[in-house]
């Protein structure tokens, strides 16, 4: 049994070795989809062929996972023994060559590429980064650190020691009494006490139970569980390994999300690798603990998020959800028990088992211990993947990590919980983020996605934009959400095309109301709530449109107005561009626009050098 | 000429039913294949013709009528072909907030076709597609894989666009 411990610490010991770059230097590349998506592969690619062209011994060029700060992709690190670490950003392959040159042979950082406004900050690592400085990267450690490809990188920083752990020197019961303890609430959106699910289903009694990890990341603005797949495979599958052992399951399903190929593909290559080392499969650590995991593709349906939709997905069948109880804990795949958990929350756990529950304890609030990761999209300057301790504000995620709306325009509102949440507005920002607090200002914590709106934008279109997204994902079964969201959404439609009126807002809400009360599952129980925290917090911009037939921020196009200012200078260019010929006047005189012929296509307004054409 | 629809080929000798056989062969007998089957089939074929939903069903003994549901629920899979070019535009949240509905328009009217449709000339779909994962770069498309981001200036679209043409 011991042998098996004593292979994975020896093991260990040279992949620290190597992780740690002492005996070379070591370079790697951000390589999560967002990477690639700016042209990672092509710097890679050069690299490798730039150092072997070089004849450069002693230097590994590795592909990592997200290092969190969208905005600087491609980004290039360099470890070098005894050195701080140099982090290039912004990379090209034209780039490359002359860090090559420059840096790896004659050992001159180039300091042009690096991160830093002016020459003094230059060469600042991005662990500098105010961006940083709040954030505690907990599940995130790994990402942007180790080679996801390499099942050594994740052994040399603990990997599957939980296992190990748990499997040789615990009970099931104790695995379980631990995740009670550290309070580990569910990261996929409701935070149901991970403990307690697991307790359900061991103590039912079957001839075979299941572990699910829950990949089918649907919220539109959310991606931290992509980026733990794609940049820390192996932490969930010993996840899942160690709450199979809990509940007595000796299979697992990893279903996942077709849209996302860069994770499907390095989570093929860990189970292989964990395969092969032994982790996974039969008599683990010399136990009698028998454990297999399986991948699963999703095939483009937001509803198989929900658990018994998922399930049916898994099974071969339309994603389509069934009433709870029983619940999966129960009668999940096939009739049998069945735990199903979200990638972030397994990605805790085995650092939970090695590290006790009082740690985890130690991080956030009470009533949600830990940390939570937040997708920071939209109107914000550092887009990115940032993780933070339960219990921050919303302020200082916004505007310390985020660094506020860009251009100097007025913050209006934040988003979270996607499709099934809500907006907070200014007066919330100093809401302290956990489950139950975000519950209570109107939105919900969901998974993680955070999308910033500025004065820009129109939040009657954005409670559309959800709701349309609803619609087209309803499954159908039930009536209150296959026809309730879509009457809604032609109400919505209706106001935005500045046909709406006050008996319109009053149906909303009352079908709203209903939908909530009604819908056989959380996707259509909480497809109004976009709709509902809107009209809540904004309702002066619902009757802008409906009563005044107007769009404060001009995006509902059908109720804006484009006109020519006094700054018109008379160069006929705006009516030589107009497709719809609505715009008249003699050289070097102001131009007009036919309010009933302009078809709001904006080409004026693109195409005038003075600025001249205005919209409202 | 290979019929493209898959109609009236000799399944016997067309090796993209012999693939799909054989992959059926490889998986049949475990539990929950339907999905994986027609994942596989959309793998081969681009997009699942009635014929090779007829196939699947001989094959596997799962209904035509199950089959033809599944395949219409889920949006990844198709029963009409697809351009020989795909664009995905992506209306994630926080490309949306960012202008990814001008995107759209513009490309809707460069190409004259709507959404989840096929030019007449069979070189372009247009599909409105979640969250590409480069929030970074909104608002973002992907055109066969490559990704164009920060298209807030919309006029750069008809260029891109022709580059696929030729």
């Not at chain 1, 935005?496 to 819908?519: P, Y």
């Not at chain 2, 994630?92 to 960012?98: D, L, Q, R």
Request: aromatic share 6%; glycine share 10%; hydrophobic share 35%.
């Amino acid at each position: 049994m011991d042998k098996s411990i004593n292979e994975l610490n020896q093991l260990k010991a040279n992949a620290v070795k190597n992780l740690e770059a002492t005996e070379g230097r070591r370079i790697i590349v951000g390589m999560a989809s967002c990477g690639i998506s700016a042209g990672a592969r092509a710097v890679l690619e050069k690299l490798q062929e730039e150092v072997a062209a070089a004849g450069l011994d002693n230097v590994q060029v590795l592909p990592t996972g997200c290092v969190g700060m969208c905005i600087y992709e491609p980004i290039v690190e360099i470890f070098e023994p005894g050195k701080e670490k140099v982090n290039y950003i912004h990379m090209n392959p034209d780039r490359v060559s002359k860090v090559v040159s420059e840096h790896l042979v004659n050992g001159r950082p180039v300091k042009e590429y690096t991160l830093g406004e002016d020459e003094e900050s230059k060469l600042k690592n991005l662990n500098d980064l105010q961006f940083y400085k709040k954030q505690k990267r907990n599940v995130l450690k790994n990402c942007g650190f180790i080679n996801p490809e390499d099942i050594n990188d994740y052994i040399a920083v603990d990997g599957y020691q939980a296992l190990a752990k748990a499997v040789t020197k615990m009970t099931p019961k104790e695995v379980i009494d631990i995740m009670k303890a550290s309070g580990l609430r569910g990261r996929g959106g409701a935070g149901f006490p991970t403990g307690l699910k697991w307790s359900f289903a061991a103590a039912n009694e079957a001839d075979q139970k299941y572990i699910i990890c829950n990949a089918d990341e649907g919220d539109p603005g959310a991606f931290m569980d992509r980026s733990i797949l794609e940049g820390d495979p192996h932490s969930v599958l010993e996840a899942m390994a160690i709450s199979g052992y809990a509940i007595g399951a000796s299979k697992g399903y990893i279903y996942v999300r077709a849209e996302y190929p860069v994770a499907v593909e390095r989570l093929k290559i860990a189970i292989n690798q964990a395969k092969e080392k032994g982790f996974i499969g039969k008599n683990i650590f010399g136990s009698d603990f028998d454990f297999d995991i399986e991948i699963r593709l999703g095939a483009g349906a937001f509803v198989c998020g929900e658990e018994t939709a998922l399930i049916a997905s898994i099974e071969g069948k339309r994603g389509m959800s069934r009433n709870k109880p029983p619940f999966p804990a129960n009668k999940g795949l096939w009739g049998k028990p069945t735990i199903i958990n979200n990638v972030e929350t397994l990605s805790n756990i085995p650092k939970i088992i090695l590290n006790g529950p009082e740690w985890f304890r130690s991080m956030g609030t009470e009533k949600s211990p830990g940390t939570k990761v937040f997708a920071l999209g939209g109107k914000i300057n550092n887009t990115g993947l940032v993780e933070v301790p339960m219990g921050i504000t919303l302020k200082e995620v916004i505007y310390d990590i985020g660094g506020g709306c860009p251009n100097g325009k007025a913050f209006k509102a934040v988003q979270t919980g996607g499709p099934s949440g809500g907006c907070l507005p200014v007066e919330d920002l100093d809401v302290p983020i956990d489950f139950d607090n975000l519950v209570a200002a109107g939105s919900m914590m969901g998974s993680g996605g955070m999308i910033v709106m500025d004065e820009d934008n129109c939040m009657v279109d954005i409670a559309r934009f959800f709701l349309d997204f609803t619609v087209d994902e309803s499954c159908g079964k039930c009536t209150p959400c296959r026809e309730g969201t879509k009457r809604m959404l032609e109400i919505l439609d209706k106001i935005t095309q500045g046909n709406g009126t006050m008996e319109d807002l009053a149906v909303l809400e009352d079908l709203a109301e209903n939908i909530q009360n009604t819908s056989l599952c959380a996707l259509g129980q909480t497809a109004p709530n976009p709709v509902l925290s809107t009209m809540k917090l904004f309702k002066d911009e619902y009757l802008a449109h409906v009563v005044d037939k107007r769009c404060p921020t001009g995006v509902c196009k059908a109720l804006l107005r484009y006109f020519i200012t006094d700054a018109c200078t008379g160069c006929t260019l705006c009516a030589k561009k107009c497709p719809a010929k609505a715009i008249t006047g003699t050289v070097k005189e102001k131009h007009y626009i036919d309010q009933d012929k302009c078809i709001k296509c904006g080409v004026c307004m693109d195409n005038c050098r003075f600025n001249a054409i205005i919209k409202k | 000429m290979q019929n493209d629809c898959g109609c009236n080929c000799d399944k016997a000798s067309d090796e993209r039913y012999v693939k799909l056989k054989a992959y059926i062969d490889s998986v049949i007998g475990s539990e929950g294949i339907t999905m994986t089957v027609l994942q596989e089939a959309q793998k081969i074929f681009g997009y699942l013709p009635l014929e090779v939903q007829k196939f699947i069903s001989e094959n596997i003994g799962v209904p035509i009528a199950e089959l033809y549901g599944i395949a219409t629920f889920y949006s990844q899979f198709s029963i009409t072909p697809k351009g020989k070019h795909q664009i995905g535009i992506c209306l994630g949240t926080a490309c949306y907030v960012k202008g990814a509905q001008k995107v759209m328009d513009k490309i809707v009217e460069e190409l004259e076709i709507g959404v989840g449709e096929t030019t007449p000339d069979g070189l372009f779909t247009i599909d409105a597609t979640r969250c590409l994962g480069c929030c970074g770069l909104a608002p973002v498309m992907m055109i066969d894989g490559d990704v164009y981001g920060k298209l807030d200036d919309v006029n750069v679209i008809p260029a891109i666009l022709e580059k696929y043409r030729n």
